[in-house]
């Protein structure tokens, strides 16, 4: 890793890959010219970018250009096969699996299928997104959670809306309320860095934007670094303070939302 | 059919039927001369399949009316009742036996592939040998009754419900796992909040199969000395008291049929309709 990557600020490209950078802020997620392959074949190489703190940035490409994959090669879900992902402070590949649980415990997933367990309540659930920072028995289900996990996750609850189905089974939700109970469980343990993979696509339009506009703005609110993937191009350019753009296996855009328009994403998507 | 249905293809359909290689054309013949060999060491004669329905229909004689005294119903009742008892006992102690060796089974969960590969080989072993074999162990081991019957159906649900586990928790939704991975939670937290509530449809169904299963077995049980309706279906026929024998399959039967009938409606009220 270079010495200037090291350091913590963050250098934001003003355009294009390859433009200069300048020093923003303090650096929550660096990835240093990471490269992934499904044995002998590249999903993406040689991308790298940094995230100061608070910034929200997306992630765009077609199907099958690796975002998904990024995203879980940032949250050391899986390995990169080459490069180095730095996450707060700390290189994701020669983090021990202990070190690597705490960097998590800091971090939020939100995900397309929401990934609620379903045949738990939305409590319960919610209750789950302590488990990084506290283990054991007592934080499987409500029924045995001490009283302040109880009420960190009815007070997520009561940010998204939700608190009065914290009884009600996951799998009796609508698409909506499944996923604002993941972004309370994503937000219950105040996390640095929130990752969302496509948070709303399996969402009608409408819940769509109502799932967005709330998810920024408690992100916002807290001040937490976000890295979401969104296929809707719009969503990209008015939540993200910067657009990433994967295609043919290469960070090909890295612009502030500001200098670019609807249709200089189009060409990701040929 | 339509007009464009009948416009010309640019390729045709595949054959019908496939003409099999000259190793896959190896391979049914030997599997033709396994099976007549099957039947020749079977015993199987054309002789004894017509010579035997005279000899049947004189049991059916002999044995009908079945015995239905009071005193005999019972008896054979009280022996049924311990039956049933063996069963349940049985299978829910080899349920909840079967959960932490399942875990130390399923691939990718708690434990590694070595670990894996040791459980499942040794449950290999348990589900091999055959219940009615570890009753007579068990029966050396603890004495005639229902205790070694118990022992003996516990023994054969933890083959068999060891291994369905295991598969069932692999064979779980792994998003929500995946889920709380990222959150930093560990090992045992995510088995216990993502994969086993993932995984108890499928857990429910394979244990009422095991009772199912257990209820079968423990009607046999008694042939070798370990407790139950057995006992009474081995006596029967060598007194040939076959009126006393009919009545003990007619028991065992309508007892059997109720057990998956109640375990089919329990399914579908625990579950629903999934599996």
New interface residues.
């Given amino acids: 890793m270079s010495e200037a990557s090291t350091s913590d600020t963050v250098l934001e490209r003003s355009q294009t890959t390859g433009a200069s950078y300048a020093p923003v802020s303090p650096c929550d997620l660096e990835a240093d010219a990471v490269g992934k392959t499904f044995g002998e074949a590249y999903v993406f190489r040689d991308v790298s970018f940094r995230l100061a703190r608070g910034e929200a940035v997306a992630l765009v490409g077609a199907n099958g250009t690796g975002k998904s994959t990024l995203l879980r090669c940032i949250?050391g879900?899986i390995p990169v096969s080459e490069g180095e992902v730095t996450l707060l402070d700390t290189p994701v590949s020669a983090a021990r699996p202990r070190d690597?649980?705490?960097?998590?415990?800091?971090?939020?997933?939100v995900?397309q299928?929401h990934?609620?367990?379903?045949?738990?309540s939305v409590l319960?659930n919610v209750i789950?997104?302590?488990?990084?920072?506290r283990?054991?028995?007592r934080?499987?289900t409500q029924t045995l959670a001490p009283a302040e996990a109880r009420d960190a996750a009815m007070a997520a609850l009561e940010r998204v809306g939700l608190a009065h189905l914290a009884a009600r089974r996951a799998d009796r939700l609508s698409g909506g309320q499944s996923q604002r109970v993941?972004i309370a469980?994503?937000l219950v343990?105040e996390p640095r860095i929130l990752?969302a993979d496509e948070p709303c696509a399996s969402l009608d339009p409408a819940a769509g934007e109502d799932v967005m506009d709330l998810f920024f703005n408690l992100v916002r609110d807290e001040g937490v670094t976000v890295v979401f993937t969104s296929h809707n191009v719009d969503h990209a350019l008015r939540y993200g303070d910067r657009v990433l753009g994967l295609a043919n296996g290469k960070l090909q855009l890295d612009a502030t939302s500001a200098s670019l328009a609807p249709t200089d994403l189009r060409g990701l998507y040929d | 059919m339509t007009d464009t249905a009948a416009a010309p293809l640019s390729t045709s359909a595949p054959a019908r039927v496939e003409r099999p290689s000259a190793i896959a054309f190896l391979g049914y013949a030997f599997a033709l001369i396994i099976i007549v060999w099957s039947f020749a060491g079977a015993g199987f004669s054309i002789e004894k399949m017509v010579t035997a329905p005279p000899r049947f229909a004189d049991f059916i004689d002999r044995a009908f009316p079945p015995n239905f005294e009071p005193d005999v119903l019972a008896r054979l009742g009280w022996k049924m009742l311990e039956t049933l008892q063996i069963a349940l006992a049985g299978a829910v102690l080899g349920v909840i036996l079967s959960f932490p060796v399942a875990l130390l089974a399923a691939r990718g969960l708690v434990a590694g592939p070595w670990v894996n590969s040791v459980v499942r080989t040794i449950l290999g072993f348990v589900r091999a040998v055959p219940d009615i074999a570890w009753a007579l162990v068990f029966v050396v081991a603890v004495g005639l009754g229902p205790f070694a019957g118990m022992l003996a159906i516990m023994v054969d649900t933890i083959g068999f419900c060891g291994r369905f586990f295991a598969d069932d928790m692999e064979a779980a939704d792994k998003g929500p796992a995946e889920a709380l991975t990222a959150t930093g939670a560990g090992k045992l937290d995510v088995v216990a909040c993502a994969t086993v509530p993932a995984a108890s449809p499928a857990f429910v169904s394979t244990s009422l199969f095991a009772l199912e299963k257990a209820v079968r077995s423990s009607t046999i049980l008694g042939l070798v000395g370990a407790g139950g309706i057995g006992i009474e279906l081995k006596v029967g026929f060598d007194l040939f008291d076959y009126p006393t024998a009919m009545t003990v399959i007619l028991m065992i039967a309508v007892v059997v049929i109720a057990i998956e009938q109640l375990s089919g409606w329990a399914r579908t009220k625990i579950i629903g309709h999934q599996r």
Avoid: E, F, P, T
Avoid at chain 1, 100 to 109: A, F, I, K, N
Avoid at chain 1, 115 to 120: P, Y
């Fill in positions: 949250m879900l690597l649980r705490d960097l998590r415990s800091r971090m939020g997933l995900s299928k990934n609620l367990v379903a045949r738990m319960s789950h997104g302590l488990l990084g920072q283990s054991g028995l934080y499987w993941a469980r994503a343990a990752i």
